[in-house]
Structures are given as structure tokens and as C-alpha cells.
């Protein structure tokens, strides 16, 4: 197997607060190989955001920590990087979609002006090259008459039209890993399936890897090949998307895939919410971090924090944080998520359809 492109391994990150050290990410470790996708998903505040800021550095200097781990782009630790060495990373080898594209874009510049900036910092062009290479962007991200539209500004924009154009920004200097963080927030279910095909299109011609950011298992489902499953600043399951959808080995994930609507369901019953609110991460209480909200919990989970450990499926690379995998304790079985709820089959059909995905991936 070839070497990662991209490689986190036990990152910790911590900010200073006026309630005290705060860590955000705690010991978070993924890989990510060319041409590939793969996600990190949970509620807001679990960290997903200050995992892939850190990763561009981005973070402010002056309250945020990288208290350990490393960040590897070809074998160099970022980490080890000032920010003058970080900044032609930044764009050329790394790029980064915002979430909210109104508030990233700047109101007083066109967006020819915008996107041209970018190639001018990292490539020696001429200024008619730059603003041929923005025709050309606009026009491969779909953005109607590029020509006069280069010259417009962002709120002459639809939001799935800014979108677009965070997009041609992020390719402006053809990285090799994308960061795209919630960038389906806020549009539409049609605009959604839109920038989801322009993304994966995108991956595939141009043989970038991509790390996506969302709150939606759907399009978890339908674009990435493996799943980081984060809560309160670290990873509690992770697995290929296919085994994630089929079976789950820890009581989070059951909750967020129970969130999903279901076409079966009758329209009178609820979605079952996950109870309660995430941890305060300024007090972590000793044990598992989801204990207070989990249903299942016993004894064991307020002594101790599990430890990432093979799920009882046996897939390989399918790892979960949950005292429940071990026999010891009183198995857990994906049968305790499914049988209350009358869903598996709609679980297997998502997992059959994220199965596909990936073969025709491979």
C-alpha cells in the first residue's frame, strides 16, 4: 500500500479560554490517501472544524495549542512549519471551502478579483493569463457566461452560485487535498446533489483527495469511501462507509443514524433525537464521554474512557469507543439500534447504496 498523502496522528489541540483550558480535538488520528474522500461527521462542537483548521494552521495564535501529535502532507510535518512556509501550502497543496461562502467571500471585490489573487500568489503568470485560468475555473464549476460574470460581485450571487465560486477558489491552483467544510450547508436538497456531483467530478479528473465536513449521513453515503465518527474532540468509530451504514458498533452512531428520515416511516412518528447535550469540554467528567446521554450505559463507563478497539463485525480497519465491544461487559449488537425502530432495511439499502459507491470508486 502506498503512503498517505495526508496524515493526522494524535492530534491535540487546546485553546485557552476565561473558563479554563479547553481541548477541542483530543487525539484524533485519520488518513488520506489520493483520490479519495472520507468525512468527519457529528454535532456541532465535536471538533470537526479545528481538526481541518489545523491542518491550513489557521487557528489563532494567541489562544490555540497544538499540544501534540503531527500533521503530515508527503512525509513533512506542518506542524514543524513557520507560517512563511505555510503560506505557499496554503492554496497550492491545501485548499480550504468555507462554510458560509457570503461571509468568506469579501462584499468589495469581484469575484474575478477574488479567484485571480489566489493564482497570482502561487503561480508567475501574467495578468491575462490569471484572468483566463478564472474564465476557465468558472466555467468548469458551472457558473453561467464566465466572462462577464468574473466581474461580478458575491451578492449578485445565488448561495448555491457562491458556492460554486468558493469552489473554483479552492481549484485555482490545482491542490492536492481539499478541505471542505459543511459546504452543502444552507442550500437546497437540489443545489446539495449539485455540488456533491461537481466535488466528486472534480476529484476524479483532477486525482485530488478530499476531506469533507458534515452534519448529512446522506451525503456521507453517497460521496465518501470512509467515515470518521467525532464526539466531543475525539474519534469514537470509524470504518469504510459501506460497514459504518450496515453495522454500527457504537450507541452515537445508532443515534445519528436514527436521525435519518426514512421514506418507511409513517408520517406521524417522530425521529428519535439523541438526548441530552453534549459534554461541557472545559469539565470532562472521568470515563466514556457519551455516558451521560447513552441509554446503554453501565457501570464501567463512568470508570474509565474506552479505547478505540476492533468492532465485532471483524471488518477490517472498523474501529469503535465503546465498553459494550467488549464480551465482558455485556455485548452490544447492532440488533439493540435496529429492532426498536423497524429500519434495518432501510439501513441496508444506504449501505448496499454507499457500497456501491465505492466500487465504482475502485
Not at 502561487?122 to 495578468?127: A, E, G, L, M, P
Not at 421514506?263 to 406521524?268: A, K, Q, T
Request: charged share 25%; with cysteine.
Amino acid at each position: 500500500m502506498s503512503a498517505p498523502l495526508l496524515e493526522v496522528r494524535d492530534l491535540e489541540v487546546a485553546f485557552d479560554t476565561r473558563r479554563g483550558r479547553v481541548k477541542a480535538v483530543d487525539g484524533l488520528s485519520f488518513s488520506l490517501g489520493k483520490g479519495e474522500i472520507i468525512a468527519l461527521v457529528g454535532e456541532s462542537g465535536c471538533g470537526k472544524s479545528v481538526a481541518v483548521r489545523s491542518v491550513m494552521k489557521l487557528l489563532p495564535e494567541q489562544t490555540a495549542r497544538y499540544e501534540a501529535g503531527s500533521i503530515t502532507l508527503d512525509g513533512k510535518d506542518l506542524l514543524d512549519l513557520d507560517d512563511k512556509a505555510m503560506q505557499k501550502i496554503r492554496g497550492h497543496d491545501i485548499a480550504l471551502i468555507f462554510q458560509d461562502p457570503m461571509s468568506s467571500l469579501n462584499p468589495v471585490l469581484t469575484i474575478g478579483e477574488q479567484i485571480g489573487e489566489a493564482i497570482s500568489r502561487h503561480q508567475r503568470v501574467s495578468r491575462r493569463e490569471v484572468v483566463e485560468r478564472t474564465i476557465e475555473l468558472l466555467r468548469r464549476v458551472g457558473i453561467p457566461a464566465p466572462e462577464t460574470r468574473l466581474k461580478a460581485y458575491p451578492h449578485e450571487f445565488s448561495g448555491g452560485m457562491r458556492q460554486r465560486v468558493m469552489i473554483a477558489m479552492a481549484l485555482s491552483c490545482n491542490p492536492r487535498v481539499i478541505l471542505a467544510d459543511e459546504i452543502t450547508t444552507a442550500l437546497d436538497v437540489t443545489i446539495q446533489a449539485q455540488i456533491m456531483d461537481l466535488l466528486k467530478s472534480l476529484v476524479a479528473d483532477a486525482g485530488a483527495a478530499v476531506v469533507m465536513i458534515t452534519h448529512d449521513m446522506g451525503i456521507v453515503a453517497g460521496a465518501a469511501e470512509r467515515v470518521y465518527v467525532m464526539y466531543a474532540g475525539t474519534v469514537v468509530e470509524t470504518a469504510t462507509t459501506a460497514d459504518l451504514f450496515a453495522r454500527p458498533a457504537m450507541p452515537y452512531t445508532w443515534g445519528l443514524l436514527r436521525s435519518i428520515p426514512s421514506l418507511e416511516r409513517p408520517v406521524d412518528e417522530p425521529l428519535v433525537p439523541i438526548e441530552g447535550l453534549p459534554p461541557n469540554l472545559a469539565r470532562l467528567e472521568p470515563g466514556c464521554r457519551f455516558r451521560p446521554r447513552c441509554a446503554y450505559r453501565r457501570a464501567i463507563c463512568g470508570a474509565a474512557e474506552p479505547p478505540l478497539a476492533p468492532a465485532p463485525d471483524g471488518a477490517e480497519g472498523h474501529l469503535a469507543r465503546c465498553w459494550g465491544l467488549d464480551p465482558e461487559n455485556g455485548w452490544l449488537r447492532d440488533t439493540d439500534w435496529t429492532s426498536d425502530l423497524g429500519d434495518a432495511e432501510t439501513m441496508a439499502e444506504i449501505s448496499a447504496a454507499a457500497a456501491q459507491v465505492q466500487g465504482e470508486k475502485r
